[in-house]
């Protein structure tokens, strides 16, 4: 029974995608339920985010068009032929929940993406807000034969190739704020969960979630930070295909490289992106509150505080600025 709700939802929002006005009637022919079935699946798409409205007489349509994520391009965009190394789903809970409960079935590099997720997570147990169609959603899978400590510094990785493949679509001016969000203008564009699962001595796992805010619709305000969207700064439309297809190719070009050699060979590039570097900044973690000024990242990926001459690393923690 759901799986059938899923697939008519799937459909009406293939319908609705356009942006065009399609009447209750048109859309229950289509999909072979009643005007009140569509009224209550239309209901349910507005509640995971997809900005639809009604017009009496005229039927339903989307705020703004949307162009879906589609599979069969990002496999053309990035040369793979294999089917099984992407899933495309519509709405899901998590797509970084999904992976983790599969790790061990998936090949090398597995992407799974989705249009809408109804418990995406983000760090430190938070919620990541996830609405329809509006957002760039992906989790990949990625087995490290070195174990553990051959992942030092995964996320901060991660941030560096998004920031690669913004820059590669044209977005020059983002920032890597550590240890793993991208911000634009000090606001948050996308962010980072990485989830670890392994044994010490043996192959471990990595779930690699990444969302990235494509063009949030204006009810969105859920989100606890300043934070802002691909569309509001390039003033124009954003192919989610393609910054996926780039976003795939990057990320696994460069986990090749950092499972032989480590974060070393990237610390130039986060050095250039990073938000503060040479900036007075307060590492908070729990209730214990370093300050220092801030000068980078190490081979581990730990964050370089410099205070009365000397610099040390720290693990773990979140960086706000220092308030006099
Ligand atoms: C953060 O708190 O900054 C991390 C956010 C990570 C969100 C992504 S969206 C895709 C993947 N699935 C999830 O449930 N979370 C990650």
């Not at 010490?200 to 690699?208: E, H, Q, T």
């Not at 001459?309 to 923690?317: A, D, M, S």
Request: net charge positive.
């Amino acid at each position: 029974m759901r799986k059938k709700a899923a697939i008519t939802r799937s459909l009406l929002v293939q319908q609705l995608a356009n942006g065009e006005f399609h009447s209750g009637e048109f859309l229950g022919n289509l999909v072979g339920v009643s005007r009140s079935a569509i009224a209550n699946h239309i209901k349910y798409l507005t509640e995971i985010g997809l900005d639809v409205f009604s017009v009496k007489g005229r039927g339903y349509r989307l705020a703004t068009p949307i162009k879906l994520l589609d599979k069969n391009r990002i496999l053309g965009l990035i040369g793979q032929k294999d089917i099984t190394s992407l899933e495309v789903m519509s709405v899901i809970d998590s797509t970084n929940t999904y992976v983790k409960d599969r790790l061990h079935e998936l090949p090398q590099g597995f992407v799974c993406l989705a249009e809408a997720q109804t418990n995406g997570r983000g760090r430190r147990g938070k919620t990541w807000v996830s609405p329809f169609g509006s957002s760039i959603y992906m989790s990949m899978a990625w087995t490290f034969k070195g174990g553990y400590q051959s992942m030092a510094g995964l996320s901060l990785l991660v941030g560096i190739a998004i920031n690669r493949s913004l820059k590669k679509m044209g977005i020059k001016d983002c920032k890597l704020k550590w240890p793993n969000d991208v911000y634009h203008n000090f606001r948050k564009l996308a962010g980072i969960l990485v989830e670890v699962e392994g044994q010490v001595g043996s192959d471990a796992s990595a779930v690699i979630g990444i969302g990235i805010n494509i063009e949030l619709p204006n009810s969105v305000n859920e989100i606890d930070q300043p934070f802002v969207d691909l569309v509001s700064i390039t003033n124009k439309p954003v192919d989610r295909n393609e910054l996926v297809a780039l976003i795939i190719l990057t990320l696994t070009h460069m986990l090749k490289e950092f499972e032989n050699k480590g974060l070393a060979p990237f610390l130039a590039e986060w050095k250039d992106a990073d938000l503060f570097y040479n900036e007075y900044v307060y590492l908070v973690s729990g209730s214990t509150r370093i300050h220092g000024m801030s000068k980078g990242i190490n081979e581990g990926g730990a964050l370089l505080l410099e205070n009365a001459g000397k610099v040390t690393p720290h693990h773990g923690g979140e960086i706000s600025v220092r308030r006099a």
